[in-house]
């Protein structure tokens, strides 16, 4: 710069005062500042404060006043006869920078005073709001940029985050399961008509028995648990869906009703160790669940006659009047032996023979030799049941005889007609118990318990084999490695049967060798037959061997029951 202010001086000697040069209107404004100085030191020293706005302001057009009036001089010095030209360019541009500069800052003011008081209506330039409108947009767009999470909230987005993964995960096996079954039930649907043919022979109308189904699975259980790890990778989906559409269609085979079961009562629930008890000193233990679904009919556990059988001949104690009976125990005893008859005079077979069953209920009802008359119409039906009632009652000179509709009534409390539950309700465990005869040692029961060396296994065993029949997951039977521990269970849901009764296949057996009151040994109860229970029991002579006792054996203390 000092080169070129002696260069200029050396070409143009002539030249005494440049800044004669100047515009007018540039050296009015500077003597304007010079006097405005004076003025904003008096405000600010008065106790004024700008705004960090304004007062960025001001030093810049200080800043620029002090540039223009330098290069003023500087140019009126240095500049030849074009200096008044340039001074004149360099005093425009000054002057437009100024005017965008007060702009901005009436817009700013604008945007200040609008936030503030919300309600004053501030007009501005067009020129200016285009100003402002664009410089809030900047100021929007850098915001995000200034937010910072805090390390509680990251952790608290990822535990969020993976919570959502888990929920959409588990939302996805759901609608697996639910295709599968889906599946399944289609399968067994398209199942039915030929199924037809498996259970109607020929033109004799032969039904395949449930012993031969249940046989058959059975056999197939143990086939396929010799089959080893294919079974626990895979084959086991295959035999629960081929399980579930063998018990579909047997369902619909035994029964041609289509009612659900409805819950018992817990005054109906509180009688079944009496119920038990009388069921098997008449021979027919496995009939438990139709007893209950007669009483839920007649009184729903309550009150004192509670089988409404004061009218049966079996009724010694109490007048044969609707109602006498006034001794609960004596009412279930007299129940079940009554219908222990019906159930002889019908020639039922098993729980699941629905037909002989339900014209063994509705005997129960009737009486009076209905039985023997429907046998000779071809056993029970609704419209029998109706044509039967009606005789009785214009015989009688009565208005109505009994329920025609007693079964269906009967039938929304029972759930044992179905021979997918009896598989999984006795059946399956027996089936599993079975398949691990001949086992040594017992390191694949009590391993899988959780142990590190042998112990004593027998009730390994049974856990093992509750476990493999979906009998724990349910919460029908207890995991349990001490035999003490199985008796408090079963006890406790009461569904213990005392020792000295006849048993149902499925069923725990708990043995007391000591007869000290505590149980020391634990098997599972194949069959009962001919006064004899046969047991299925790990840890016997440590090996998994079948076993047989007496009914009466005095060191057998109860059974465990899983429906």
């Known amino acids: 710069m000092r080169d070129i202010k002696e260069r200029v001086r050396d070409k143009n000697p002539k030249i005494r005062n440049p800044a004669a040069r100047l515009p007018k209107e540039l050296v009015r404004q500077t003597v304007l500042e010079a006097k405005e100085k004076p003025r904003e030191l008096h405000e600010k020293s008065s106790g004024q404060s700008d705004s960090p706005t304004q007062y960025g302001t001001e030093k810049i057009e200080s800043v620029q006043y002090r540039v223009a009036s330098v290069a003023g001089k500087t140019i009126g010095k240095t500049t030849y006869q074009g200096g008044k030209k340039l001074a004149g360019v360099t005093y425009r541009k000054i002057k437009e920078r100024k005017n965008r500069q007060e702009e901005v800052k009436v817009a700013e003011e604008a945007m200040e005073q609008g936030a ?325 040692g017992g390191q694949k029961f009590w391993s899988w318990y959780g142990f590190d060396s042998h112990v004593e296994w027998c009730a390994c065993f049974v856990s093992w084999c509750a476990d493999q029949s979906g009998l724990i997951e349910s919460g029908k039977v207890p995991k349990f490695s001490l035999c003490s521990s199985g008796v408090t269970w079963f006890q406790g849901k009461n569904k213990w049967q005392s020792g000295g009764t006849t048993p149902s296949a499925g069923m725990i057996i708990f043995f007391d060798w000591d007869h000290d009151g505590t149980s020391d040994h634990v098997g599972i109860v194949e069959k009962c037959e001919g006064g004899r229970v046969y047991t299925i029991e790990g840890n016997s002579s440590d090996q998994v061997r079948q076993r047989n006792y007496e009914v009466d054996y005095g060191a057998i203390m109860g059974y465990g029951r899983s429906w």
């Open 116 to 440: 503030e008081s919300g309600k004053k209506l501030i007009k501005l330039k067009p020129e200016q709001a285009a100003l402002a409108k664009e410089n809030g947009k900047r100021q929007v767009k850098a915001a995000p940029r200034v937010v910072k999470v805090s390390g509680l909230s990251q952790e608290k987005i990822k535990t969020q985050a993976s919570m959502q993964k888990q929920q959409m995960e588990k939302s996805l096996q759901a609608m697996q399961k639910a295709r599968a079954v889906q599946m399944a039930r289609k399968s067994a649907q398209a199942s039915t008509e030929s199924g037809k043919a498996v259970f109607q022979v020929t033109g004799k109308g032969s039904k395949l028995s449930v012993q031969g189904i249940t046989a058959a699975i059975q056999k197939g259980g143990v086939a396929l648990e010799k089959m080893g790890k294919w079974i626990a990778a895979g084959g086991g989906a295959f035999l629960l869906v081929f399980i579930l559409i063998v018990g579909i269609i047997a369902g619909a085979a035994f029964s041609s009703s289509s009612e659900s079961s409805e819950s018992l009562s817990e005054e109906v629930l509180a009688y079944t160790s009496v119920i038990q008890q009388y069921a098997s000193q008449y021979g027919i233990p496995e009939y438990v669940s139709a007893i209950q679904a007669i009483m839920m009919q007649e009184s729903g556990g309550r009150g004192t006659d509670l089988m409404q059988c004061s009218e049966s001949p079996y009724n010694t104690r109490f007048p044969h009047t609707p109602g006498s009976i006034t001794d609960p125990d004596y009412s279930i005893e007299v129940g079940v032996q009554t219908f222990a008859d019906c159930i002889s005079q019908a020639g039922c077979s098993s729980p699941q023979d629905m037909d002989k069953l339900k014209l063994a209920w509705q005997g129960y009802n009737y009486g009076n030799g209905y039985i023997g008359w429907a046998l000779q119409r071809g056993g029970y039906t609704e419209a029998n049941a109706l044509q039967f009632s009606q005789e009785q009652a214009a015989s009688h000179g009565w208005s109505s005889y009994g329920d025609p509709e007693y079964v269906p009534h009967v039938m929304r409390y029972y759930s044992g007609g179905s021979l997918f539950a009896d598989l999984f309700g006795n059946q399956q465990i027996v089936s599993v118990a079975m398949g691990q005869i001949g086992n040594s």
